[in-house]
């Protein structure tokens, strides 16, 4: 019958950059337990002449292998074990593996290591629940309204081929395109691509360049990415985009009137079409306004947070930016030491470019969790597998179980944003027992 473990002996020394060293003393008895085990291991390894493997006596295995190799052997069972519940019994949270030293496992003596290492920092919120910041979504306008009628009259529109004629505003263009920075591929590809050549909707510069050409000609646009280009790598950035116009098609809109109501499956009536499309719209300024009143929320949470984010943590952020950046580009048909050649950068100058935006991250993970402590926020069981049912199916076990640990903390910050939310909304629970 096993036994619970005796109590171990931990002394936690708090240095600067999050950093702590753990002095760890199990109780002799285990040591002896252990070179047991360690013994019965090395008895099914060993090949020793006259006996067969896993009845080799103690003493005649300890003359083949060695004193040294038994406790080593010894130390590699115990550690990991006495390791896991010293941070049970401290509630260390470490970022990094930790570094050993000073390790003594003698058979009749105590076990004792000391172990530095990187855990998750200690957070001052400050007075978060004093944060009020009211949903204000805009307002919708006459306006608005008529302009979503006119979307719904163009996304309605018959097509006709243009023939032979110059490419006029407002026609729906079919073009092979692809994109170049510094003479390097980053877009596009030379796809088929439809294009409607109205306003706001093609990247400026663009419908310029394509308004007059006829199918069949070439074209060579010289453009500047906006900052809301979807690639954040490349916007601002100047590009070259190339290709061929493969068709061109007039629209023939319907009117507006009741029919078009009718044909866009929104009523019966304009009046309808219209009482529909401003509800969609009010519906789309609130879900804006309350993302950004959610940015803000987080903002001034974290201005007042005080929180020392450690180096490890840091640089693992960075380092998942940049697979991020890896996969984006490649989704582009990018390659990244392509992509590199054309922006003239290393893969060092990225990371210090990351660096912040990386912090920034680090820091706002940490403080939700510890606002979730605070407020006593969990994610169960329950919660996560449904979670994980949306994104896997129920066999596909080994990735279930690889993206468990990441998804809760994902749950978990949701949880706390939102509490965050409802306290700046006046619509929180009484304080929570600190």
Wanted: no cysteine; charged share 30%.
């Amino acid at each position: 019958m096993s036994t619970a473990a005796a109590p171990l002996d931990v002394a936690v020394e708090r240095r600067g950059g999050s950093e702590a060293v753990v002095t760890v003393v199990a109780p002799a008895d285990e040591v002896g337990r252990a070179v047991d085990r360690a013994v019965r291991r090395l008895a099914g390894r060993v090949r020793i002449p006259g006996f067969r493997p896993g009845r080799v006596p103690r003493s005649v295995l300890e003359r083949a292998v060695g004193w040294e190799t038994v406790r080593q052997e010894a130390v590699d069972l115990l550690l990991p074990e006495v390791w896991t519940r010293a941070l049970t019994d401290t509630g260390l949270e470490p970022v990094t593996q930790p570094e050993v030293s000073e390790v003594t496992l003698d058979e009749g003596e105590p076990f004792r290591f000391t172990a530095t290492v990187v855990v998750r920092p200690a957070v001052e919120l400050g007075d978060y629940r004093a944060l009020r910041a009211p949903l204000a979504p805009d307002p919708v306008t006459d306006r608005d309204v008529e302009a979503a009628v006119a979307m719904v009259q163009r996304e309605h529109a018959i097509l006709f081929d243009a023939g032979d004629r110059p490419i006029e505003a407002g026609d729906r263009v079919t073009a092979d395109l692809a994109m170049y920075r510094d003479g390097q591929l980053v877009g596009g590809d030379g796809r088929t691509q439809t294009l409607d050549l109205d306003p706001g909707v093609v990247l400026p510069g663009l419908t310029e360049v394509l308004l007059g050409r006829r199918v069949g000609e070439p074209l060579e646009a010289d453009l500047v990415l906006g900052d809301d280009y979807p690639e954040p790598e490349l916007r601002g950035t100047r590009v070259v985009v190339r290709g061929t116009v493969r068709q061109a098609q007039t629209k023939e809109l319907p009117p507006i009137d009741d029919n078009l109501a009718s044909i866009a499956g929104m009523g019966e009536t304009l009046a309808e079409l219209r009482a529909a499309l401003r509800e969609r719209l009010e519906a789309a300024a609130a879900e804006v306004a309350t993302s950004k009143r959610e940015s803000q929320v987080l903002e001034e949470v974290l201005r007042l947070a005080s929180v020392d984010v450690p180096e490890a943590m840091i640089q693992r952020e960075v380092d998942r930016q940049l697979r991020d950046l890896e996969l984006r580009l490649a989704s582009a048909g990018v390659a990244l030491d392509a992509y590199l050649q054309a922006t003239g950068q290393t893969v060092e100058q990225i990371r210090g470019q990351r660096r912040q935006p990386a912090t920034e991250r680090v820091k706002l993970e940490v403080t939700l969790e510890a606002v979730a402590r605070v407020e006593g926020l969990t994610v169960d069981d329950a919660d996560l597998e449904r979670a994980l049912d949306q994104l896997f199916r129920r066999g596909d076990r080994a990735r279930r179980d690889q993206a468990r640990p990441a998804l809760r903390r994902e749950l978990l910050w949701r949880r706390a944003t939102d509490r965050l939310t409802a306290i700046a909304d006046g619509k929180a629970d009484s304080e929570p027992d600190l």
